[in-house]
């Protein structure tokens, strides 16, 4: 699996965009970025995953650049309710796991 | 719709017992998989069960080993508990091709 590399903390303003970003160089063309967050206690819930082309759904937007390289997720309004560590993870279609790093702590402040 | 579940939610056991952790999963959901989450890390996984088989496995001794029932239940055992066993139990289901996973609330086990 191709590493990725991501922030270790970041803060952001209540009402305003979050961006994370996440460094996977090494990727291969046929594995997938994904995202989790995992809300203090509780176990990770999914966001979002794209394999090139960019991604949006009710939670969150995922910008891939061109050469996949690297990737930024998109929280359009932060709420406090947002803070959480955030897993950048990429895989393999055909692999059955995820491998978690260590996130990046996001912490939303009013 | 009912998400994924696990039981118990805590648990504390002494070194050298044996515990049993259990999980439901997702409706419409038969794959399961299983991971352990020590404090301040990320999840690790430890395997995946389909069709009541494992199909894949994490570095995680033979100590760590599972069942799937019929109905894609899912149990994880854990026989001789080291300290270093302590940590969060989280299951998560799929469908077969585990495009996305969705994970429970975990289980919470205290070896001392």
């Known amino acids: 699996d191709a590493k990725t590399t991501q922030p270790t903390s970041m803060d952001c303003a209540e009402g305003r965009a979050a961006n994370l970003p996440c460094n996977h160089s090494t990727i291969s063309g046929n594995e997938y970025v994904y995202w989790y967050r995992q809300i203090h206690s509780q176990g990770p819930q999914y966001i979002i995953h794209?394999?090139?082309n960019n991604e949006t759904n009710e939670m969150a937007s995922l910008i891939i650049t061109e050469d996949r390289k690297s990737s930024t997720l998109i929280l359009p309004h932060a709420t406090l309710r947002d803070t959480a560590v955030y897993y950048c993870?990429?895989?393999?279609?055909?692999?059955?796991?995820?491998?978690f790093g260590a996130g990046t702590t996001v912490t939303v402040r009013a | 719709d009912a998400g994924v579940t696990q039981s118990p939610t805590h648990l504390i056991k002494t070194r050298g017992q044996q515990v049993t952790l259990r999980c439901s999963p997702k409706s419409g959901h038969d794959t399961v998989s299983w991971y352990q989450q020590a404090l301040g890390q990320g999840p690790q996984f430890i395997f995946q069960y389909y069709e009541e088989e494992e199909r894949q496995r994490g570095n995680f001794p033979d100590r760590f080993s599972g069942h799937q029932f019929p109905n894609y239940s899912s149990e994880l055992n854990v026989n001789a508990l080291l300290l270093g066993d302590s940590a969060l139990y989280l299951c998560?289901?799929?469908?077969?091709?585990?495009?996305?996973?969705?994970f429970g609330p975990g289980t919470r086990l205290l070896v001392l």
């Open positions: 794209g394999l090139k």
């Open positions: 993870i990429v895989r393999v279609g055909s692999d059955y796991k995820l491998s």
């Open positions: 998560a289901s799929s469908f077969p091709t585990g495009e996305t996973q969705y």
